[in-house]
């Protein structure tokens, strides 16, 4: 039972080199989530998707790009990585629903230093 | 951006002490989630409150939601080492049919045995 995989679980890149975070789910989820958590700042949404082929901005979605191309994947990529995005990144899912109860199921999380 | 508040930050108690941690905000929203995160893992959900005043309880931990759905506390009665954690609360806001997260800064909780 796998539920939300994210790959890979660390990452050291030097500043401008650009690399994908993937994120998979097993679970049928319509929706998926892009996170960072910083120290002291809790986590911040960086892109979100309500179903396969779709995208959309959440707060801090500056300086990333996301794809959602299968229904069970969704992409995070740095273009040309900047020391600011150093953070943990979390990729979460959830079911489809017109309720705000739905709980979000998180992966393990990638831990991104650029530098 | 909405922001959430929680308070302590951190938290360093003794095993069978009581605790508590507040989330709070100056936004309204639909329903308020409560996660635990334990180190190198993703946050857990733990509870979704939904209604102003409402009061869940989970064993020795209770939630509750203030009247006005601005703020949140969690209680632990009795803590154990197994509550250490990170405790997130999150208000819930539904945008364009997603129930998209605004996460608090997070309490850290350390129980010592």
């Known amino acids: 039972n796998a539920g939300v995989t994210q790959t890979p679980k660390f990452r050291v890149l030097k500043t401008g080199q650009s690399m994908t975070l993937l994120c998979a789910q097993d679970?049928?989820?319509?929706?998926m989530y892009w996170y960072r958590q910083d120290p002291g700042m809790g986590l911040r949404l960086i892109h979100y998707?309500?179903?396969?082929?779709?995208?959309a901005k959440g707060e801090v979605p500056d300086g990333y790009n996301v794809s959602r191309l299968k229904k069970q994947n969704f992409l995070l990529g740095l273009e040309s990585a900047a020391p600011s995005q150093t953070s943990v990144y979390f990729c979460?899912?959830?079911?489809f629903g017109t309720g705000s109860n739905q709980p979000q199921h998180f992966g393990d999380g990638t831990r991104l230093s650029i530098l | 951006t909405q922001l959430l508040e929680q308070s302590p930050q951190f938290l360093s108690i003794q095993e069978g002490e009581n605790l508590t941690v507040y989330c709070n905000s100056s936004?309204?929203?639909?329903?308020l989630q409560w996660y635990r995160q334990e180190p190198g893992e993703g946050p857990v959900l733990l509870v979704t409150?939904?209604?102003?005043?409402e009061v869940k309880k989970l064993k020795r931990l209770t939630f509750q939601f203030g009247d006005a759905r601005k703020d949140s506390s969690l209680h632990i009665t009795a803590a154990q080492p197994g509550d250490t954690g990170l405790y997130l609360c999150?208000?819930?806001?539904?945008?364009?049919?997603?129930?998209?997260?605004?996460f608090g800064t997070g309490t850290r909780l350390t129980v010592i045995p």
């Open positions: 979460a899912s959830s079911y």
């Open positions: 679970m049928n989820h319509e929706y």
């Open positions: 998707s309500v179903g396969e082929g779709t995208t």
């Open positions: 936004s309204v929203f639909s329903s």
């Open positions: 409150v939904v209604t102003g005043g």
């Open positions: 999150a208000g819930v806001e539904s945008w364009a049919g997603a129930n998209n997260l605004f």
